[in-house]
Nanobody, 115 residues
Framework: QVQLVETGGGLVQPGGSLRLSCAAS????????MYWYRQAPGKQREFVAV???????NYAESVQGRFTISRDNAKNTVALQMDSLKPEDTAVYYC?????????WGEGTLVTVSS
């Protein structure tokens, strides 16, 4: 079955960096679009970034220029490099993919940006 496991969250000071990773299994990773979403306390889950099965990427305006999504099809992983972090980036970050019209989510990893 489809499994997505996020790692790399933690506590970081404003202006710092973190790198999240999502390990995927149970589907043809190379042909699937891979997404990062986040959910801040008391807010709805929101789109962060996508890396399509081709070479295109897209970002939410709030993270454009600070976050970079990448994927390694040989290792079935997708990463999110987060730089210049702000307190408002505090959230649980989720990896997502869609297969046969069904969305699959990981359990998420918590990122806290605080001094």
């Amino acid at each position: 079955q489809v499994q997505l496991v996020e790692t790399g969250g933690g506590l970081v000071q404003p202006g710092g960096s973190l790198r999240l990773s999502c390990a995927a299994s149970g589907f043809a990773f190379a042909i699937n679009d891979m997404y990062w979403y986040r959910q801040a306390p008391g807010k709805q889950r929101e789109f962060v970034a996508v890396f399509t099965n081709g070479v295109s990427t897209n970002y939410a305006e709030s993270v454009q220029g600070r976050f970079t999504i990448s994927r390694d099809n040989a290792k079935n992983t997708v990463a999110l490099q987060m730089d210049s972090l702000k307190p408002e980036d505090t959230a649980v970050y989720y990896c997502k993919t869609t297969r046969r019209s069904t969305d699959y989510w990981g359990e998420g990893t918590l990122v806290t940006v605080s001094s």
